[in-house]
């Protein structure tokens, strides 16, 4: 059963669809945390068929700004952004009655995933991060450059509209004059990294443009908990999409090694 809602966050609301596993109805929620394009709809079919493989309930919302919920606000984003994203989850968590939950994480979706690890460790219990970013390289902000050049001549702005309609000039200004900015260079979540406790999968594409496998090698360096990590051949950076079958297998390795409670 897909339950579909707004959720009321002091001036604003995000637009949520949360599906019942039928046979564990229970806690925890497997929680779906988009990329800085994203939304619920272009997670396709994805969360229904991960959530069938968890045996958990889905639970997939828009950030503001993004897809049905409500427009940014006025202030600009600062270099914590993806901080105070991690304390929006919570708030949205408890809102929809959540007391745990797996988070699955894409590009900037899979940062807040684990900072809120990082930070609400009781309320958190596995993380999947795919495409992760943990600190900035000059090859990520190389193709954000690229991107914003090439969406002046492409049809990806039109594309970003069938999802977001009238915020998508925004959302789409906000993410490379972030990623560009000076005041953006030294960002890092490093030093949140030894503060997570529950067992998570990083896994990025072969031919992510965006990232180097340094990524990876940061999460191996600084955490302590339990960590699996992979490169998926053929894939970019959205492994799910541009290798569906080794992602899976690897997905579902990862929960059946684990117990969620």
């Not at 609301?13 to 599906?19: G, R």
């Not at 954000?144 to 039109?158: D, F, G, P």
């Not at 955490?223 to 999409?241: E, F, Y």
Request: aromatic letters at 10%; proline letters at 5%.
């Amino acid at each position: 059963m897909k339950e579909i809602n707004e959720l009321a966050l002091d001036d604003y609301s995000v637009y949520y669809e949360k599906t019942e596993y039928p046979e564990n109805p229970e806690e925890p929620v497997l929680i779906f945390l988009h990329d800085s394009w994203g939304c619920v709809g272009m997670w396709g079919d994805f969360p229904e068929k991960l959530m069938k493989i968890a045996g958990l309930n889905a639970f997939v919302y828009d950030r503001r700004g993004y897809g049905r919920s409500s427009p940014f606000g006025t202030a600009q984003r600062d270099k914590n952004y993806l901080h105070q994203e991690a304390g929006e989850l919570i708030r949205v968590m408890d809102k929809a009655n959540i007391r745990k939950a797996v988070l699955y994480g894409h590009s900037d979706g899979a940062t807040i995933a684990l900072i809120a690890a990082a930070k609400y460790p009781e309320r958190i219990v596995a993380v999947i991060a795919e495409s992760t970013h943990t600190f900035i390289e000059e090859k990520g902000k190389t193709a954000v450059l690229e991107s914003r050049e090439r969406a002046k001549h492409n049809s990806l702005l039109q594309t970003l509209e069938k999802y977001h309609g009238d915020k998508t000039g925004e959302l789409f200004r906000r993410w490379h004059e972030t990623w560009l900015s000076d005041n953006f260079a030294d960002w890092s979540i490093i030093p949140l990294l030894c503060d997570i406790q529950c067992p998570v999968l990083a896994f990025r594409g072969m031919n992510d443009p965006y990232d180097t496998v340094e990524q990876q090698n940061v999460l191996k360096s600084e955490m302590s908990s339990p960590l699996t990590t992979a490169v998926i051949p053929d894939a970019g950076h959205s492994p799910r999409i541009d290798n569906e079958t080794v992602t899976m297998k690897l997905i579902k390795s990862f929960l059946s090694c684990n117990s969620f409670e």
